[in-house]
């Protein structure tokens, strides 16, 4: 019987195949005469009218590719039973964070299938934890999430930031924790923004209000600091720091442990830090420069009196541990506490005190306790090949909470005691998933340039090296962010279905320090989609898959790499899912907050890296050939990549695909960039794109 079904879903899967390819037919685009004019070169933009996004225009073109898009995966036979199965994957309890604070614990949890997750509190670690605030009440439909929170010092206010349809835009409330009541202020127009507490009030980051109807497209400039006093209105707010002489930089505030100090971080694009520190024992105090360039990467950890521990990279590609007294701030008088390691610091926390350090080892987490003057007490001991997700601890306990994950198993939590030097696991969730019928193992592979690169490649235990196992590629490699162990509840039901997962750790990224970074940015960008490729060779060779086997995907930068790899080597997969990807690589500099990306991308303003963008950005590649199966997936309300990058892209690779192999767009509506998307709307996406994964490859499901 089980060999009956599997044929009957083989024959199901070809005639499928042959009706969709016979009734293909693209909605129609217009194309509109635009040609710019780059240092002399001559530049077509046919689809420029689809980056207005209220126009009816676009709006007609986004309901009809959607349309296309929904019969084709209507048609595919399994897409409910893997709906099905993600659903029963999804259901098991998380537990995303715990920190304490004032002498109670606080955690966020999901029951499994909550649109978002629910903000508790508890007396002690084992009690009965109460609801502090849950976004599942702020909307029926779940798409009104939770975007940072923050605790006043005595724990009696909760500031909190809401976005709405995974906006970058965030509205801040407070609730008072005594009373269980929201305050009546709202503080609106919030974006890339901390909430730094001082006294009865906090520190803030927002913009003016943009232009009517242009709330996802505009420019972000003129970033200003506030401060915000409860019980007032946001009118009343004062203005703390503004620069207006450089529109385009971004301006965040913190506050030490014990509020004695204002920190004000400056930045022009999403690397370098400058940084100011105020004294606010006086009201007269100045804010005092520390460091004044955007070259390094710096960020305040505590302070002991006018004593502050800095995380940086200055003079240490692969980070240190510096003190520097308000006194004498100069460089000079720097003080090294935790010198640069062969290992990459990921981060530092104050233990009571002692201190924790995360390292990252060959892209796995190590931690270590350290006596207060750097010197190492002890390794944590950790399970092999895990990603620590946090470290939450303070000053004032001798305890910590931190999580690992795997690339089989989701977040474990453990409680760590100084004193001891032991650490407990207090939560180990269980899932519907048999995290031990799989493995997940460590490759290295040679680049085009001969560049050593990591590869984790994740699936069933036994699995036969036979060169035709679907395989599914998942890459990233860009502002100096590491892809560690990851457990992705939505990669189990590929890896059920007999699928190898790999994550290669391409330049672009951090795992191994600045310099892993520098050399996938600007014209070294080639660098990043050439050690991608290389992966994908390497899988090939080694017989776990074929290119007919393979399916390629990628988010926002990684949708980027997506783009140009396919456009560069259109043969290397079968199906390819750039997903709210920067795909635009002339203009995206010109929408909300894509100034602050040219640090690692470059400008087509200058001429130099003009030439080098031109060379790879996905859109002005694409050329009359046959492209792999493609998916691209988008937000309506994505304020972060605009989707009109993907819009263009969608519809110049419809015109230009020569073979039979779908060239389909999905556009989320209410849905952002990916951050606060509510778990069903997750399950619908995943889905899809499952489905189309699936059929695409050829598997019966």
């Given at each position: 019987m089980r060999f009956y079904n599997l044929i009957i879903g083989l024959i199901t899967l070809v005639f499928s195949s042959l009706y969709m390819q016979a009734q293909w037919i693209y909605p129609e685009t217009k194309i509109v005469k635009q040609t710019d004019d780059y240092h002399g070169t001559k530049v077509d933009d046919p689809y420029r009218w689809l980056e207005d996004e209220n126009s009816a225009d676009t709006k007609t073109w986004i309901d009809a590719e959607n349309a296309l898009t929904n019969q084709y995966l209507q048609t595919i036979p399994f897409k409910e039973k893997v709906k099905a199965r993600l659903t029963e994957l999804w259901n098991y309890e998380k537990r995303p964070m715990m920190f304490k604070k004032a002498n109670k614990f606080y955690s966020l949890r999901n029951n499994g299938l909550q649109n978002q997750s629910v903000l508790y509190v508890q007396d002690a670690l084992l009690s009965k934890p109460k609801v502090l605030l849950d976004p599942n009440e702020l909307s029926k439909d779940g798409t009104v999430s939770l975007t940072n929170f923050a605790l006043s010092k005595d724990a009696a206010h909760l500031a909190y930031g809401i976005s709405k349809a995974g906006s970058d835009w965030v509205e801040i409330h407070i609730k008072n924790c005594l009373t269980n009541q929201d305050l009546p202020e709202v503080i609106k127009w919030v974006?890339?923004?901390?909430?730094?507490?001082?006294?009865?009030?906090?520190?803030y980051s927002r913009y003016d209000a943009p232009k009517a109807g242009k709330d996802f497209t505009d420019k972000n400039q003129f970033h200003k600091i506030y401060y915000h006093q409860l019980g007032t209105p946001q009118s009343n707010d004062q203005l703390i720091y503004e620069d207006k002489l450089n529109p385009n930089r971004n301006f965040s505030a913190q506050t030490t442990h014990d509020e004695n100090y204002l920190i004000i971080y400056g930045s022009e694009t999403t690397s370098g830090q400058s940084v100011m520190i105020k004294d606010l024992s006086s009201p007269q105090n100045k804010l005092i420069p520390i460091v004044t360039n955007f070259d390094n990467e710096y960020s305040i950890i505590d302070n002991i009196g006018n004593q502050f521990y800095v995380l940086t990279n200055h003079k240490a590609p692969r980070y240190r541990l510096i003190r520097i007294s308000l006194n004498n701030p100069s460089q000079d008088n720097w003080s090294e506490i935790i010198p640069q390691h062969d290992d990459l610091l990921m981060g530092v926390s104050f233990c009571g005190n002692k201190i924790i350090t995360n390292y990252l080892h060959q892209v796995n987490s190590k931690l270590f306790l350290h006596a207060i003057n750097g010197k190492i007490e002890?390794?944590?001991?950790?399970?092999?090949?895990?990603?620590?997700t946090y470290v939450n601890s303070s000053r004032e306990e001798d305890i910590a909470l931190y999580s690992t994950v795997s690339f089989t198993h989701p977040e474990d939590i453990y409680f760590f005691d100084t004193r001891s030097k032991t650490s407990k696991r207090i939560f180990n969730p269980i899932i519907p998933f048999k995290s031990s019928d799989y493995e997940t193992k460590q490759v290295f592979y040679k680049s085009k340039d001969g560049t050593k690169i990591?590869?984790?490649?994740?699936?069933?235990k036994g699995i036969e090296l036979n060169g035709n196992n679907p395989c599914f590629m998942y890459g990233y490699g860009g502002f100096n962010i590491s892809i560690a162990p990851e457990f992705r509840i939505d990669r189990a039901v590929f890896l059920e279905a007999g699928g190898i997962y790999c994550v290669p750790n391409i330049r672009g990224g951090g795992e191994y320090g600045e310099e892993w970074h520098?050399?996938?940015t600007k014209c070294k960008k080639q660098n990043v989609f050439d050690d991608f490729i290389a992966a994908c060779e390497y899988l090939v060779a080694n017989k776990y898959t074929s290119h007919q086997k393979m399916a390629i995907h990628g988010r926002s930068n990684g949708g980027l790499l997506i783009?140009?790899?396919?456009?560069?080597?259109?043969?290397?997969?079968k199906v390819a899912l750039p997903t709210v990807g920067v795909l635009d690589m002339l203009r995206f500099q010109l929408f909300t907050i894509g100034r602050a990306w040219t640090v690692d991308y470059g400008c087509s303003e200058n001429k130099d890296e003009f030439e080098c963008l031109y060379k790879y950005s996905p859109l002005h590649n694409l050329k009359q050939t046959e492209y792999p199966a493609t998916m691209v997936l988008t937000g309506d309300h994505d304020d972060r990549v605009v989707p009109a990058h993907s819009f263009k892209f969608a519809a110049m690779l419809q015109k230009n695909n020569t073979g039979k192999n779908p060239q389909l767009i999905r556009i989320d509506k209410d849905a952002g960039h990916g951050a606060g998307k509510p778990t069903d709307k997750q399950i619908e996406e995943f889905a899809d794109m499952w489905s189309f994964v699936f059929y695409n490859l050829g598997i019966a499901f």
């Amino acid at each position: 019987m089980r060999f009956y079904n599997l044929i009957i879903g083989l024959i199901t899967l070809v005639f499928s195949s042959l009706y969709m390819q016979a009734q293909w037919i693209y909605p129609e685009t217009k194309i509109v005469k635009q040609t710019d004019d780059y240092h002399g070169t001559k530049v077509d933009d046919p689809y420029r009218w689809l980056e207005d996004e209220n126009s009816a225009d676009t709006k007609t073109w986004i309901d009809a590719e959607n349309a296309l898009t929904n019969q084709y995966l209507q048609t595919i036979p399994f897409k409910e039973k893997v709906k099905a199965r993600l659903t029963e994957l999804w259901n098991y309890e998380k537990r995303p964070m715990m920190f304490k604070k004032a002498n109670k614990f606080y955690s966020l949890r999901n029951n499994g299938l909550q649109n978002q997750s629910v903000l508790y509190v508890q007396d002690a670690l084992l009690s009965k934890p109460k609801v502090l605030l849950d976004p599942n009440e702020l909307s029926k439909d779940g798409t009104v999430s939770l975007t940072n929170f923050a605790l006043s010092k005595d724990a009696a206010h909760l500031a909190y930031g809401i976005s709405k349809a995974g906006s970058d835009w965030v509205e801040i409330h407070i609730k008072n924790c005594l009373t269980n009541q929201d305050l009546p202020e709202v503080i609106k127009w919030v974006k890339f923004s901390g909430v730094a507490w001082k006294g009865n009030g906090f520190y803030y980051s927002r913009y003016d209000a943009p232009k009517a109807g242009k709330d996802f497209t505009d420019k972000n400039q003129f970033h200003k600091i506030y401060y915000h006093q409860l019980g007032t209105p946001q009118s009343n707010d004062q203005l703390i720091y503004e620069d207006k002489l450089n529109p385009n930089r971004n301006f965040s505030a913190q506050t030490t442990h014990d509020e004695n100090y204002l920190i004000i971080y400056g930045s022009e694009t999403t690397s370098g830090q400058s940084v100011m520190i105020k004294d606010l024992s006086s009201p007269q105090n100045k804010l005092i420069p520390i460091v004044t360039n955007f070259d390094n990467e710096y960020s305040i950890i505590d302070n002991i009196g006018n004593q502050f521990y800095v995380l940086t990279n200055h003079k240490a590609p692969r980070y240190r541990l510096i003190r520097i007294s308000l006194n004498n701030p100069s460089q000079d008088n720097w003080s090294e506490i935790i010198p640069q390691h062969d290992d990459l610091l990921m981060g530092v926390s104050f233990c009571g005190n002692k201190i924790i350090t995360n390292y990252l080892h060959q892209v796995n987490s190590k931690l270590f306790l350290h006596a207060i003057n750097g010197k190492i007490e002890n390794e944590i001991t950790l399970p092999e090949l895990c990603k620590v997700t946090y470290v939450n601890s303070s000053r004032e306990e001798d305890i910590a909470l931190y999580s690992t994950v795997s690339f089989t198993h989701p977040e474990d939590i453990y409680f760590f005691d100084t004193r001891s030097k032991t650490s407990k696991r207090i939560f180990n969730p269980i899932i519907p998933f048999k995290s031990s019928d799989y493995e997940t193992k460590q490759v290295f592979y040679k680049s085009k340039d001969g560049t050593k690169i990591s590869m984790f490649i994740t699936h069933k235990k036994g699995i036969e090296l036979n060169g035709n196992n679907p395989c599914f590629m998942y890459g990233y490699g860009g502002f100096n962010i590491s892809i560690a162990p990851e457990f992705r509840i939505d990669r189990a039901v590929f890896l059920e279905a007999g699928g190898i997962y790999c994550v290669p750790n391409i330049r672009g990224g951090g795992e191994y320090g600045e310099e892993w970074h520098l050399n996938g940015t600007k014209c070294k960008k080639q660098n990043v989609f050439d050690d991608f490729i290389a992966a994908c060779e390497y899988l090939v060779a080694n017989k776990y898959t074929s290119h007919q086997k393979m399916a390629i995907h990628g988010r926002s930068n990684g949708g980027l790499l997506i783009g140009a790899v396919m456009t560069q080597r259109p043969d290397i997969a079968k199906v390819a899912l750039p997903t709210v990807g920067v795909l635009d690589m002339l203009r995206f500099q010109l929408f909300t907050i894509g100034r602050a990306w040219t640090v690692d991308y470059g400008c087509s303003e200058n001429k130099d890296e003009f030439e080098c963008l031109y060379k790879y950005s996905p859109l002005h590649n694409l050329k009359q050939t046959e492209y792999p199966a493609t998916m691209v997936l988008t937000g309506d309300h994505d304020d972060r990549v605009v989707p009109a990058h993907s819009f263009k892209f969608a519809a110049m690779l419809q015109k230009n695909n020569t073979g039979k192999n779908p060239q389909l767009i999905r556009i989320d509506k209410d849905a952002g960039h990916g951050a606060g998307k509510p778990t069903d709307k997750q399950i619908e996406e995943f889905a899809d794109m499952w489905s189309f994964v699936f059929y695409n490859l050829g598997i019966a499901f």
